[in-house]
């Protein structure tokens, strides 16, 4: 019955936490050898962080995280356009966090170890194969850095969780290539400053070609009164600009993207000072990948960015990623570690993940700032005069219904998995 995933990142932990709350044996297999907190900042949505709580996780989530106010577009000028509640602010029954990607990812590796035990949570074991045997798999790994095998391990299907650049994808789509860059370069950091607006917000500033997103990830000040601020700047680059694979997580040159943003100091937000003040900032281009017409083959399936990479537009890559894991349980609750549970899971998230993928390459909840680009460039008196408030309504509105999250839909629905067979 032991179900192997290959990827420790957030939703194969979440997925392996999740298994073992069912009472079926997990096997994690991560390629790098340690668990580091990298990365930046993260939003997970209020129907994410409901199985996390589910999962027993809400005291150390709200300890680490905080919990988001509100949500709020401006244009280049600072000017706002939309702004609305979220999480417990807006009625759902959960809070939305804010949380550096690496704290959470480091919550739920100890999470797992305390109670999967470190046995079954393995580094330096990257997938390389596998082959299917009589009611079962068998996976082999190597350790990236020797090149060396990792060893072989049996279950009874394999689960690949291993992100973007997935091995098993890789495997099921060997003519795929790589991720597809749409011109966009994001550079993003942390930084130490004073609290903005409610303290508590998550911006959004400028339009589709130019953008500037923040939100503070620390909810007690420093020494100095300042605060953890998670930023991002985007910009659409020229043609002529290039980027390579193996920069994908490069450290940025604020020289190349600062004079961008120089003059956006507003009342209520110094943009280039977070840029000047951030002491590592790296850079990503905006990638994903086309959906596929197919994640599971026998007893092999996809789930998280291996399944459904998407641009970090709306909040929910992590987020969908949980929501695969807790789809997935429970489908191997309902059918075992079957082929079975897989398709049933697949015919339930790949379409919804698939629209999403396309939405958010029409920018999602997002497009409102490029309509006011679009409609008035050189700025605004009233929003309402650029944009009707049933615009605004219906475009934040839809991505909520795509991604999942509607406040009262999500409110009257029961757990994924169900609480009355749950350890």
């Known amino acids: 019955m032991t179900v192997l995933i290959a990827g420790g990142g957030i ?9 073992h709350q069912i009472g079926v044996p997990a096997k994690v297999f991560e390629s790098v050898p340690e668990f580091k907190a990298l990365g930046v900042g993260i939003n997970v949505l209020p129907h994410a962080v409901r199985e996390l709580i589910e999962l027993g996780l809400y005291e150390r989530l709200d300890a680490a ?19 609305e509640p979220r999480g417990l602010e807006a009625g759902y029954k959960w809070p939305q966090f804010s949380i550096h990607r690496g704290t959470l990812q480091q919550l739920l590796v100890e999470t797992a170890i305390e109670r999967l035990g470190a046995e079954n949570i393995l580094t330096s074991h990257h997938l390389s194969g596998w082959r299917e045997a009589a009611g079962g798999i068998r996976a082999s790994f190597i350790d990236r850095a020797t090149g060396k095998p990792a060893g072989e391990y049996e279950g009874a299907v394999l689960i690949a969780a291993d992100g ?48 500037f997103v923040c939100y503070p990830i620390s909810k007690e000040p420093d020494a100095d009164g300042k605060f953890r601020i ?14 390579r694979r193996e920069d994908y997580n490069r450290t940025a040159k604020l020289e190349e993207f600062l004079p961008w943003f120089a003059d956006w100091t507003f009342d209520w937000l110094d943009v280039p ?146 609480r009355a067979n749950a350890i």
Not at 230 to 243: G, K, T
Request: proline share 7%; aromatic share 8%; hydrophobic share 40%.
């Open 65 to 83: 995280g905080v919990a988001t106010k509100e949500l709020a577009y401006f244009s280049k000028r600072g000017k706002l356009i939309w702004s």
């Open 11 to 19: 939703g194969g932990l979440t997925l392996a936490l999740s298994l």
């Open 273 to 418: 000072g977070l840029i000047k003040n951030c002491t590592h900032a790296f850079e990503y281009p905006l990638v994903d990948r086309d959906p596929i017409p197919q994640w599971s083959l026998g007893r092999v399936t996809l789930m998280g960015d291996a399944a459904h990479p998407m641009y970090p537009i709306g909040s929910n890559g992590a987020s969908q990623a949980i929501l695969d894991a807790r789809v997935l349980t429970r489908e191997i609750q309902a059918h075992g570690a079957t082929q079975a549970a897989l398709v049933a899971y697949e015919a339930e998230r790949r379409p919804a993940t698939t629209e999403l993928v396309l939405l958010n390459r029409r920018n999602g909840p997002e497009q409102v700032m490029q309509l006011v680009e679009e409609r008035a460039p050189d700025g605004f008196e009233e929003v309402t005069d650029v944009l009707s408030r049933q615009e605004l309504e219906e475009i934040a509105a839809n991505y909520k219904r795509v991604a999942g999250f509607q406040v009262e839909g999500l409110n009257a629905k029961p757990p994924i998995v169900p």
């Open 164 to 211: 973007i650049h997935s091995a098993a994808r890789e495997k099921l789509y060997p003519n795929e290539g790589p991720p597809i860059w749409n011109g966009r370069i994001l550079w993003r950091g942390v930084t130490a400053a004073k609290a903005f607006l409610s303290g508590r917000t998550m911006i959004m500033a400028g339009h589709e070609t130019l953008k």
């Open 230 to 243: 998670n930023w991002i700047a985007e910009r659409h680059m020229p043609p002529s600009y290039q980027w």
